[in-house]
Structure formats: structure tokens, C-alpha cells
């Protein structure tokens, strides 16, 4: 079935810096790839997504990129503020049409 | 509006005990779905909803059973509670994808969270 890996599980940046989390995925059929950040205490948010027909992306500070040759999709944040830090979580559809498979998940530390 | 909000916000259950959690949407989406999160294993579907009086299993399904009476609501359901379900529940909902659309994604929106131990 459809497995999600994402890369690192930790992240410490200062701030100004830029982030990177890396994210794979296993099936071809994937389509749809959103990024999600959650903070202490609450439910993920959506922050960006990319379609499959698509390379990149960007929204202000933030942007993704997405190799499907590869089957990997990047998160790129610059500029970190403190107000960054979370945990974020990346995603692929099972197949074309399926439900979200998540990563596990990275935490974002960013030092003022 | 409220958007999505879930009841209760923490619950400690002893093995055995049964429980209801519930989901309660105010966005008139037809989507609804249940996730676990645990540490270091990211958000697990459970089950889901594409519609009033409509279920289906996702990944994680054992254990639980759930209902969708009315659109708004989406209620998951501990039979017999384990400690191996202690966790923090999710709820989610999306609208309608377009089916006739080649691409529609859309957005999930998900609540606050229960923290459910059960000892």
C-alpha cells in the first residue's frame, strides 16, 4: 500500500535561516500533496499544497516542490521566524482518488 | 462559526469501558473523517464519511465503529476501551470533491482534538 516518509523527525534552525523537510512517497498514482502544520495543542492546519501536474509552488515564505520521477516532495520555509515553530506534516493521496496518507512528521524548532 | 469542534477535550477510561466521541461541523461539508495521532506515527484514518447515513474503514479501523445520522455530526465510538488506544482523536472534514473535475483536491479542516487515556 501507499507508504509516506518524511525526513528529518527533528529540525533546530536559527532564526533567519532557511528549512528543509523531505517527504516520499511510494505510490505513482499519488496526486495530491498537501503540507500541514500543527501547533501545541491544536489540529493540523493546511499551509501549502501542490498537484501532481505541477513542480513547484510558492506562497510567500513558504514553498514546495515535487519531483514525481523521484516520488519525493520538499517543503522550503525561509526567512524562519519564531512563530514557525511546529510540527509539520506532509501527505500523498492513496492513488488518484483515495484518502491522505501522512508522514510522521517533523518537528520545527526555530531559535530566536 | 464554530467550524469544526469536538467533544470532549480529554477523557480517561479504565479497560473495558466504552466511550462515544463526537465531531460536530458547522461548514455543511460532506466529508468527514476520524484520525488517531500517536507519537511518532503521524495522523492514522480510522474511519470516514463521504456523506449522511454513509461509513467506510480507513487504516486503522479495529477497535472502533462509528455513525453519521446527520450531515453535521460524526461520532466515533470505543466499544471496549484498550490501553492501546490512547491517543489524541481527530476529527476532520472536506467539501465535496467534483468528481467530474480531472483535478479537486480539497482542504482538510480539522478540530482541536480529544486526548483519550485509558488506563
Known amino acids: 500500500g501507499e507508504n509516506v516518509e518524511q525526513h528529518p523527525s527533528t529540525l533546530s534552525v536559527q532564526e533567519g535561516d532557511s528549512a528543509v523537510i523531505k517527504c516520499t512517497y511510494s505510490?505513482?498514482?499519488?496526486?495530491?500533496f498537501p503540507w500541514y502544520k500543527q501547533e501545541l495543542g491544536k489540529g493540523p492546519q493546511l499551509i501549502i499544497d501542490?498537484?501532481?501536474?505541477?513542480g513547484e509552488k510558492k506562497d510567500q515564505r513558504i514553498a514546495v516542490t515535487l519531483n514525481k520521477t523521484a516520488k519525493h516532495f520538499s517543503l522550503h520555509i525561509t526567512e524562519t521566524q519564531p512563530e514557525d515553530s511546529a510540527v509539520y506534516f506532509c501527505?500523498?493521496?492513496?492513488?488518484?482518488?483515495?484518502?491522505?496518507?501522512f508522514g510522521k512528521g517533523t518537528k520545527l524548532s526555530v531559535k530566536p | 462559526n464554530a467550524g469544526v469542534t469536538q467533544t470532549p477535550k480529554f477523557r480517561v477510561l479504565k479497560t473495558g469501558q466504552s466511550m462515544t466521541l463526537l465531531c460536530a461541523q458547522d461548514m455543511n461539508h460532506e466529508y468527514m473523517y476520524w484520525y488517531r495521532q500517536d507519537p511518532g506515527m503521524g495522523l492514522r484514518l480510522i474511519h470516514y464519511s463521504v456523506g449522511e447515513g454513509t461509513t467506510a474503514k480507513g487504516e486503522v479501523p479495529d477497535g472502533y465503529n462509528v455513525s453519521r445520522l446527520k450531515k453535521q455530526n460524526f461520532l466515533l465510538g470505543l466499544e471496549s476501551a484498550a490501553p492501546s488506544q490512547t491517543s489524541v482523536y481527530f476529527c476532520?472534514?472536506?467539501?465535496?470533491?467534483?468528481?467530474?473535475?480531472?483535478?479537486?483536491?480539497?482542504?482538510?479542516?480539522f478540530g482541536p482534538g480529544t486526548r483519550l487515556t485509558v488506563l
Open positions: 501542490i498537484r501532481s501536474n505541477v
Open positions: 476532520a472534514t472536506s467539501r465535496l470533491t467534483e468528481r467530474w473535475l480531472a483535478t479537486s483536491y480539497n482542504e482538510q479542516f
Open positions: 501527505a500523498a493521496t492513496r492513488g488518484s482518488q483515495g484518502n491522505l496518507i
Open positions: 505510490d505513482s498514482a499519488s496526486n495530491y
